[in-house]
């Protein structure tokens, strides 16, 4: 048997050990630290009957390594943000296709200012950015720089945990404050501090693949966020673009200048891009799946989904030049859900009132019992996500203005 090491299998990459288990593939499944968030671990809470084995990282590689060596690993892959350096770092040392040219490069998706500055070497356009340790510095560069809007976050989380937008220069060292020597939701010490010129103008992310340092682009999506009741964007949906959209050529093409300056080789990457009068900018890319998919909803839309064609590409089922975009059918919403208020929830009450929505294909929340729910101010503290489908666009409009309206209305507060 074929066996395949999965690095933290949680969010979107708690799919892929099932999806490779079709392929006639086992999984070892490779969890980062022995400490990890509930946020993460609660998508992937025991071994399924895929996984033949389980490690936790306990900070002695060679004993990691030697033990995937005596399953015959021959791929490593991260399920998710807080598994990529380590996958990196085994695939190197096992000798299996490289997530990036070499562990330094695979650094450069996590370290949010070493990205800008690889990304900027190799042209391409990102906002005015800096990497402080203290308010002083922070505030020196907006005088400098005279740069009044900007996005504060840490340099390594996931996310939108710990971005602040901030208007005004006290804001900003107020959220540097909140955020600066601190651990994030992947457990990390926020020892830096990014701050990054707000630029104002349409979003989009892009799934690809590589393979080889080859990259295609499968999904590109346009995305909304809004601002939570404490300042923070946070997400609120997301559509997919069609293929034959100009734009979306253009985004898959910028999307690959980008992955090659970053020194990416194999496997899924997350890309994240804002365009401003025409101009794209990269905000940020990660070399792991998009989080929070559900990979069965976008292939009954769209044909496929990039955990199908990242184990297709790995086992050889399909070549990189077989691979293309794929194209919606029908009308597509990601919608996050979004708390108000804080209250005590019954989750039988919201998956009802969801439920009444005709165009909710799949309904995934974030807890499975009674909960107290606090304001959504970032991705871990929304109650979930909703996928709104239909031929019909109008349906999916109004669904979602109806979602938006029972949030307001008090859905998450089922006990007073």
Same mark, same amino acid.
């Given at each position: 048997?074929?066996?395949?090491?999965?690095?933290?299998?949680?969010?979107?990459?708690?799919?892929?050990?099932?999806?490779?288990?079709?392929?006639?593939?086992?999984?070892?499944?490779?969890?980062?630290?022995?400490?990890?968030?509930?946020?993460?671990?609660?998508?992937?809470?025991?071994?399924?009957?895929?996984?033949?084995?389980?490690?936790?990282?306990?900070?002695?590689?060679?004993?990691?390594?030697?033990?995937?060596?005596?399953?015959?690993?021959?791929?490593?892959?991260?399920?998710?943000?807080?598994?990529? =350096?380590? $996958? @990196?770092?085994?695939?190197?040392?096992?000798?299996?296709?490289? !997530?990036? /040219?070499?562990? *330094?490069?695979? &650094?450069?998706?996590?370290?949010?200012?070493?990205?800008?500055?690889?990304?900027?070497?190799?042209?391409?356009?990102?906002?005015?950015?800096?990497?402080?340790?203290?308010?002083?510095?922070?505030?020196?560069?907006?005088?400098?720089?005279?740069?009044?809007?900007?996005?504060?976050?840490?340099?390594?989380?996931?996310?939108?945990?710990?971005?602040?937008?901030?208007?005004?220069?006290?804001? =900003?060292? $107020? @959220?540097?404050?909140?955020?600066?020597?601190?651990?994030?939701? !992947?457990? /990390?010490?926020? *020892?830096?501090? &990014?701050?990054?010129?707000?630029?104002?103008?349409?979003?989009?992310?892009?799934?690809?693949?590589?393979?080889?340092?080859?990259?295609?682009?499968?999904?590109?999506?346009?995305?909304?966020?809004?601002?939570?009741?404490?300042?923070?964007?946070?997400?609120?949906?997301?559509?997919?673009?069609?293929?034959?959209?100009?734009?979306?050529?253009?985004?898959?093409?910028?999307?690959?200048?980008?992955?090659? $300056?970053?020194?990416?080789?194999?496997?899924?990457?997350?890309?994240?891009?804002?365009?401003?009068?025409?101009?794209?900018?990269?905000?940020?890319?990660?070399?792991?799946?998009?989080?929070?998919?559900?990979?069965?909803?976008?292939?009954?839309?769209?044909?496929?989904?990039?955990?199908?064609?990242?184990?297709?590409?790995?086992?050889?089922?399909?070549?990189?030049?077989?691979?293309?975009?794929?194209?919606?059918?029908?009308?597509?919403?990601?919608?996050?859900?979004?708390?108000?208020?804080?209250?005590?929830?019954?989750?039988?009450?919201?998956?009802?009132?969801?439920?009444?929505?005709?165009?909710?294909?799949?309904?995934?929340?974030?807890?499975?019992?009674?909960?107290?729910?606090?304001?959504?101010?970032?991705?871990?503290?929304?109650?979930?996500?909703?996928?709104?489908?239909?031929?019909?666009?109008?349906?999916?409009?109004?669904?979602?203005?109806?979602?938006?309206?029972?949030?307001?209305?008090?859905?998450?507060?089922?006990?007073?």
């Amino acid at each position: 048997m074929f066996k395949v090491a999965i690095v933290d299998a949680y969010s979107t990459g708690r799919y892929l050990v099932p999806e490779f288990a079709k392929h006639g593939y086992g999984a070892v499944h490779i969890k980062s630290s022995r400490e990890l968030p509930s946020f993460l671990t609660d998508s992937f809470p025991t071994l399924s009957r895929e996984t033949l084995a389980e490690y936790p990282f306990d900070g002695n590689f060679d004993a990691l390594a030697d033990r995937l060596r005596e399953h015959e690993v021959s791929v490593v892959l991260p399920g998710t943000e807080s598994g990529v =350096a380590l $996958a @990196a770092r085994l695939s190197e040392t096992l000798g299996t296709p490289r !997530l990036a /040219i070499g562990s *330094d490069d695979a &650094v450069q998706f996590r370290d949010k200012g070493r990205m800008a500055g690889a990304a900027e070497n190799h042209g391409i356009q990102v906002p005015k950015w800096a990497v402080v340790t203290s308010a002083s510095q922070l505030r020196s560069w907006m005088t400098r720089t005279e740069v009044n809007r900007v996005v504060v976050k840490p340099t390594a989380s996931a996310g939108t945990d710990g971005v602040q937008v901030c208007n005004t220069v006290d804001e =900003a060292v $107020a @959220a540097f404050s909140r955020i600066y020597g601190l651990r994030n939701l !992947l457990g /990390i010490l926020n *020892d830096q501090v &990014v701050i990054q010129e707000y630029v104002d103008g349409t979003e989009f992310f892009v799934n690809s693949v590589s393979h080889r340092g080859r990259h295609k682009a499968l999904e590109v999506w346009r995305y909304s966020k809004t601002f939570s009741g404490e300042g923070a964007k946070v997400y609120d949906f997301e559509e997919p673009l069609r293929r034959s959209d100009p734009l979306s050529r253009e985004l898959g093409q910028f999307t690959a200048r980008v992955l090659d $300056a970053l020194g990416m080789e194999n496997g899924p990457a997350h890309t994240e891009i804002m365009m401003r009068d025409g101009v794209f900018y990269l905000i940020e890319s990660a070399a792991r799946l998009g989080g929070s998919v559900l990979p069965s909803v976008v292939e009954g839309s769209m044909g496929a989904s990039q955990v199908s064609t990242t184990v297709e590409l790995v086992v050889g089922a399909k070549q990189i030049d077989e691979v293309s975009q794929s194209e919606p059918s029908g009308a597509l919403r990601y919608v996050s859900l979004i708390c108000h208020d804080e209250g005590e929830v019954d989750p039988r009450h919201v998956l009802s009132r969801l439920h009444q929505l005709p165009s909710a294909r799949s309904i995934n929340l974030g807890f499975s019992e009674r909960t107290h729910l606090r304001r959504t101010r970032d991705s871990a503290t929304s109650p979930g996500v909703v996928y709104l489908a239909a031929d019909d666009p109008h349906i999916v409009e109004r669904d979602y203005a109806r979602l938006r309206e029972m949030e307001r209305e008090g859905l998450y507060n089922t006990f007073e």
